[in-house]
């Protein structure tokens, strides 16, 4: 008896009510078609669909070799009172991967190791640098990477910022013209 | 062309959602010219502090004139150092911030 006054008083004729379980039963659908995307991002992240989203190129490093790719062709991104930040990937060759202690990334010569730069994550053959691009980066400004080995040697490339990411040469024009 | 369009939103979304948990403490470090003293603020991206951490005030020619921590307020204060300079703050290998001397901000 009790039970049939609440359902009663629950308005069971209304629309609502009827149709709220099933819209509910859409929102399953929601991980469902973000699920390629977010399978894509982490074949970026992991490697499997390659270095990075642009391949920028590889350099010797003396008796090293080293790979460098965009992680996506984007502009920087801002992050906090830390500024813009721009990640970039890096592999290192199969024969040196084992001879190199760590690699490090900036914009323009560090001064010396302690001012490397960003240390760069994870496995040698897929290293993640997540570096500061102030917004009054000269557009001729060059990335270094420094290679420091396990016997202490070092060794440095360089690639132009132009080449390396003209998503980030294009993010400065538009910095440095407001 | 719209499905183009979507899958790049959808990544640029998520990127944006790893990428930030990715770079959540980064260092950072300000500084400005006080009444006398050089004054930088230091500290993380993620809103941490960086007590306890070193920075350095070094001449151009690696020369250390001198070395500090940040307080428990995450500030810092140097001497005036009469030439060209920078101030580093050393979090460790890879998580270095430099402040040229002539970023350092007027009083």
């Known amino acids: 008896m009790s039970n049939a006054t609440t359902k009663k008083g629950r308005k069971t004729d209304s629309r609502w009510f009827r149709w709220r379980f099933h819209l509910s039963g859409l929102l399953m659908l929601i991980p469902l078609v973000l699920a390629p995307f977010y399978i894509e991002l982490m074949s970026v992240f992991g490697g499997a669909s390659g270095l990075g989203a642009r391949h920028i190129g590889t350099q010797a490093a003396g008796p090293w070799q080293i790979t460098l790719a965009e992680q996506f062709e984007q502009a920087p991104k801002l992050d906090g009172p830390a500024g813009y930040m721009k990640t970039f990937n890096a592999a290192l060759c199969q024969t040196c991967a084992e001879q190199v202690k760590a690699v490090y990334l900036r914009l323009g010569k560090p001064r010396s190791l302690r001012t490397a730069g960003v240390i760069g994550f994870g496995s040698p053959y897929h290293m993640s640098f997540s570096m500061p691009v102030p917004e009054n980066t000269a557009l001729d400004a060059e990335l270094w990477l420094t290679l420091e080995g396990w016997d202490g040697s070092l060794q440095q490339v360089q690639w132009p910022l132009r080449q390396a990411s003209p998503a980030t040469i294009e993010f400065l024009q538009q910095q440095q013209e407001l | ?107």
């Open chain 2, 1 to 107: 062309m719209y499905k183009a369009s979507l899958r790049r939103t959808a990544l640029v979304a998520l990127s944006g959602v790893w990428s930030s948990l990715a770079l959540a403490h980064f260092p950072f470090v300000e500084c400005h010219q006080g009444t006398v003293d050089i004054v930088c603020q230091g500290g993380f991206s993620d809103g941490s502090s960086a007590q306890g951490i070193t920075v350095d005030l070094i001449s151009y020619d690696e020369e250390i004139i001198a070395s500090k921590t940040f307080n428990d307020a995450s500030s810092v204060e140097f001497a005036p150092y009469d030439g060209e300079f920078y101030i580093l703050l050393d979090a460790g290998p890879g998580h270095t911030v430099e402040v040229d001397w002539n970023e350092i901000k007027a009083p």
